[in-house]
């Protein structure tokens, strides 16, 4: 794999809060007042704790196993022999629609992204996007800004996905229809940017199908056998059926509880007080309130069903799958390094007395110190989740509206996760791809401003309506 130099950086990001620790004194934001904490200085082992210590939460180990996980359903697929010919046939087919099929593509996840929020759960489909995409002659930039990029479009542009703008609103106490006339406006202007730099700067950037083969992790092997393509179309249908089905919130944004009421239903069903299927399946999830864990079963059961269907050996099928998994291990890693920012910056607390120097700088909300304010705390906290824990209600303290609220932390959150090296989903991308972070920024700086003047733009007049 190409090197990306994101390890480095990261790494100097872990390096830098150290040494902050030594000279910005810890703080705590909590009920509208920052309580001083002194200084939390970190030291030798203390780094080196903090870094193992974030390999021990489940949620950042759950993402790494997904990615696993898929890597091995796409190391059996590829030695399928139909696979590759799959993504051949359908690259010669849209010869001369290649565009059109960049922008459907790259408007599917965006708009999954931005009603649903399933953030990297639809990595499970975007290594064969990026091979159609490689396959008809584009740059690895163009596929990522088709597919991982699109997605950050959505996360900007959010409308109802409870991941991220449930998440938002809780801190804010804010609806489904807060800001959402702007929300939607952010992400028809902000799509429209991208489908013209998709549509406008990539006239010559054309590779080879020899290169795109070197380029893609999973270039499928194309193999004459007497199998039929229909099992691979199918099993990608079932995936995408069960993520529809079992990762959207239905009843936490649409009310809808008909899958919790099955799932108990189901759980209880019993035999002379023999309860079938809770004691054969355990504990599982209602469909709605699936994720990592869950997906990443789907995705291993998906490999074990491909490789039963080709008469694949069982343990070349295992072979297939650990080759597939190890393919993936390095970007998986790469994420939970991001995920350890996270950790560092949350143990050591430093960020809210930085933030509440700068808010400070006037006596009253200020869109520019704001945002200044939210791009630090989302590169330092990654995560929505913990962007919206840790940096919305210091934010909030200054007596905000919701409207603005909404609009700051999703949209800057968006835009900043466009660029920032400790963006899961851009690192993913560069680090799957082999594009160097240099690169990256060379060639999408002006895309991310004109982003940037859409948020602002619409964060000016949300506070002035």
Partial sequence: MKKTGLFKIIMFTLLG???LTWIVPASYFTDGNLSNLGMYRIGFFDFFQLLFG??????????????????AFYGVLVKTGKYGALIEKISSKLKGKEKVFLIAAAFLFAALTSVFSYGLLLFIFIPAIISIILAMGYD?????????????????????????VGVINEQINGTLTTALVYKICMFVLCFAALAVYLLKNNKAKKINKEDAKTIDMFAGEKISNKYSVAPIIVIFSILFVL????????NSTFGVSVFDKFNTSVSEVSIKGFAIFDNLLGNINALGQWYYAEMSIMCLLAALLLGRFYRMKHSDM???????????????????????????????????????????ATSKFNIFFST?????GSALHVDILYVANYVIPQI????????????????????????????AVLVLGLSYLGIPYKEWIKKTWKLVLVLLAIVIIALIIAALV
């Fill in 372 to 376: 200044i304010v939210m791009i630090l």
């Fill in 140 to 164: 690895k930039i163009t596929a990522c800004l088709t597919t991982f990029g699109a997605m950050l479009i959505g996360t900007i542009g959010t409308t109802l996905g409870h991941n991220v």
């Fill in 243 to 250: 993520l529809i089905m079992g990762c959207t919130t239905w």
């Fill in 17 to 19: 809060i150290l040494l």
């Fill in 396 to 423: 909030a303290g200054q007596d905000v509206n919701t409207t603005v609220m909404a609009i700051l932390t999703q949209g800057i959150y968006g835009v900043t996760m466009f660029i920032a090296p400790t963006s």
């Fill in 318 to 360: 295992f072979s297939y799958m650990a080759q597939g998994a190890k393919n993936m291990i390095a970007p998986a890693l790469m994420i939970v390094l991001v995920y350890a920012v996270i950790y560092f910056a949350g143990n050591t607390m430093f960020f809210p007395t930085i933030a509440d120097f700068i808010l400070k």
């Fill in 54 to 71: 974030t390999f021990e939460f489940t949620y950042f180990i759950q993402i790494f196993i997904l990615l696993v996980s898929i890597g």
